[in-house]
Every structure is written in C-alpha cells, then in structure tokens.
C-alpha cells in the first residue's frame, strides 16, 4: 500500500531572513515564515491527512502546528528529519562560506542519504496507505526526494521555504530502489549559496 507524502519545508526563520547557516539548530519562525505557513495551512485545509510529522528542531514544529491546525492532528517529531548537521559552519554567515574548504565535522552525504532513506521507510510502514503531512528542511528534504526519485541531490531542485511537494512510498518501492551513490563532498556539491538554500 502506498502513504501520500505532502513533503513541506519549514517556514522562513529570523535566521533564514539573516542568511545564517542554521543546521540543527533550532530556529524560530519569522513574521513572514508565519504567514507562509497559514497559507500553507489554506491550501491543505481540504486535503484528507491523516498525520503529522516533523522534524524535532523547533522551525520545522511550529511550521508543521500552524498547517495541522485545521485538522485537529497532533504533531508526531522525529530526529530523521532534522536538517544537515553542518558542524562548524553552523551560525556562519553563508555568504562568507563560499569557496571555504568543508570541514570534517560536516555530516557526509552518505550519511544524509541513509537518514531520508529511513525516514521514508519509517512513513512507509507506520501509516501505510495513509497520507502524512511532513515537515523538514531544505537540505534533508532534498535527500528524501533524491532517494524517492533515485538520483543524486545535485539534480533535485532545491525546495522554497513553506513548499509543498507531494510524493508516494511504500516498503516494497524502497527495498527494491537501488542506494544513490553520493560523491565526495565538496564546497561546490551542496553547499548553500544563500540564505533559502539551508
């Protein structure tokens, strides 16, 4: 049985707003990532859902809050869809990242990968044939969509703060997928080169 993913990237943060590179910290709704989130919540008002989840870092709750209102559905956290842990450049300016050489503190892509995997198979086989709200990051969310399409990040386009998109999964979809080989990370593979990129 296939789950209806609705896959949404948090609202635009203060941070987002100051272009600081976020990661797993926790981050808080701005005005407008407020409101990007209530129009959210209009559009998906007459979508069946049948749960929330999201990730545990505090954006992405009250993103995920605001959309679920409507629906009177409590909102379920998982760490699988916390945003790239990005180690010391976390809270550096993203502009000034540009050309700078990745430290190793940063988490792989390998292991980003195999985290959107397991979330995958983590909706798969919890709300089976349901249709699940899910609310993320850009670069985790990326992951996830480049592991449903099975090709590599570099070809998914970057989602948009509070975009919608919609996918479907089942366990047997992910177990027959091959693994998508991440290359090397490098400053050029995902490095964001904006504020809306992270």
Not at 1 to 16: A, K, Q, Y
Request: charged fraction near 25%.
């Amino acid at each position: 049985m296939e789950t209806t993913i609705f896959l949404v990237r948090h609202g635009e943060t203060v941070d987002n707003a100051r272009q600081i590179m976020q990661g797993q910290t926790q981050g808080c709704l701005n005005r407008r990532g407020r409101e990007q989130a209530r129009q959210v919540a209009l559009r998906l008002a007459g979508e069946q859902l049948d749960a929330v989840v999201a990730s545990d870092l505090r954006r992405a709750m009250q993103t995920a809050d605001i959309i679920s209102a409507p629906h009177g559905l409590p909102v379920v956290t998982t760490p699988l869809l916390r945003e790239r842990d990005w180690g010391s450049f976390t809270g550096r300016f993203i502009p000034d990242l540009k050309g700078e050489a990745w430290p190793d503190d940063i988490e792989s892509e390998e292991a980003l990968l195999a985290r959107a995997r397991s979330f995958l198979m983590y909706i798969a086989t919890n709300w089976p044939g349901r249709r699940v709200l899910a609310v993320g990051h850009g670069i985790i969310n990326k992951a996830i969509l480049a592991v449903h399409a099975r090709c590599t990040m570099r070809e998914v386009q970057r989602m948009l703060n509070a975009e919608v998109r919609i996918l479907t999964v089942s366990p047997d979809s992910l177990q027959a997928s091959a693994p998508v080989d991440a290359p090397t990370s490098s400053v050029g593979s995902d490095a964001p080169s904006d504020a809306s990129a992270e």
